[in-house]
Each structure stands twice: as C-alpha cells, then as structure tokens.
C-alpha cells in the first residue's frame, strides 16, 4: 500500500470539514438565530410558570419558522440583525425580574414583525429588479428607499424597547403599597 491511499481517507474527512465549515460561515446568520431561538424556547420554560410558557411556546414556534424562512430569504442586512434580535431578547428575558412574560411576548413580536418586514423587503427588491413599466420606477425606488431604513432601523428600535422593559414597566393598577411590597419582594 502506498502512502497515498492510507492519507485519502484522511483528505476525505478533511474535505469534509471544510465543506462543513464552508457551508457553516455561508450560512452566518442562521448559525447564530437556531442558537437563539433554542434559548428563546428553553428561556420560556425557565422564566414563566407552566401554562403560559406552554401558550408561549405555540407562539414562538411558528415566529421562528418565520424568522428563520426570513433568515434564508430576505436581503442583508435582515437575517443577522434578526439574530441580534433575537439574542437580545433572550437576555431582556433572562435579565428581566419584574414580568419576564411581558418581555417574552414582546420578543416574539419583534420576531415576527421583523421578519415579515424581511420577506416583505425581498418581494419588494425582487419587484424593483423586474420592473416593466417606466412609469413606476420613482415610487419602487421610494418603497426601496424606505425598505432600507426599515430593514437597519427597525430591530435597532425594537431592541432598544426591550432593553426598556428591563428599566420602565407599565403601570400595574395596584395600590402603591402593593407595588412597594412587590418591589420589595423581588430583590
């Protein structure tokens, strides 16, 4: 036997993990929103009593596969902001104290939201590219425009909301002492 036949199965496996690597940095974004999604769905059996993360979680299942359609689909910057985004919201989820199910429910709204922004920017790119009519270009270029800011400003926005739930809550209707004792209690 020859050296190179024992290395090729070894150049074989390598090939492989280098597709693999290859095939890994490619698909950036969902690399890192799978990740987060988990720990959205684990975060809301830790954080919220029984029941309502079992609603939570019949909601967050379908705005992930929403968000991770969005991920595949829509043009960048889209799919790694929405990883940002949802990362973020695992940790408000994490971090928050005072109404964890609050920030779970807004957190997947955003998802959902900013993905459907996602897709809706790629209709509207794909639009832009196979336009016929000259008379349409000034108002495709316009939504374009818009398109763009909404795609970089909007989970910069949303983030920063949920980092909000962390500081200002809504007002709870109690009386003032039992806000007190609540606040109290929490540590």
Do not use: C
């Amino acid at each position: 036997m020859s050296p190179d036949t024992l290395l090729l199965p070894l150049v074989w496996v390598l090939n492989g993990l280098l597709a693999l690597v290859w095939l890994a940095v490619d698909n950036l974004a969902l690399v890192l929103l799978i990740p987060a999604l988990v720990w959205l769905y684990l975060l809301l059996g830790q954080r919220l009593q029984e029941a309502q993360a079992r609603r939570m979680r019949q909601v967050l299942l379908p705005a992930g596969g929403l968000a991770l359609a969005a991920a595949l689909i829509a043009p960048n910057p889209a799919p790694y902001l929405m990883a940002g985004l949802a990362g973020v919201g695992g940790f408000v989820m994490r971090v928050d104290n005072y109404r964890p199910d609050e920030s779970a429910w807004e957190t997947i709204q955003n998802l959902i939201l900013y993905a459907l922004v996602g897709l809706g920017a790629r209709v509207l790119f794909w639009a832009l590219d196979n336009q016929a009519a000259d008379n349409l270009i000034a108002g495709v270029n316009y939504l374009a425009v818009l398109a763009g800011f909404a795609l970089w400003g909007m989970p910069v926005v949303q983030a920063g909301l949920l980092i909000k739930n962390l500081l200002a809550h809504a007002p709870t209707g109690a009386d003032p002492r039992t806000v007190i004792e609540r606040a109290r209690e929490r540590r």
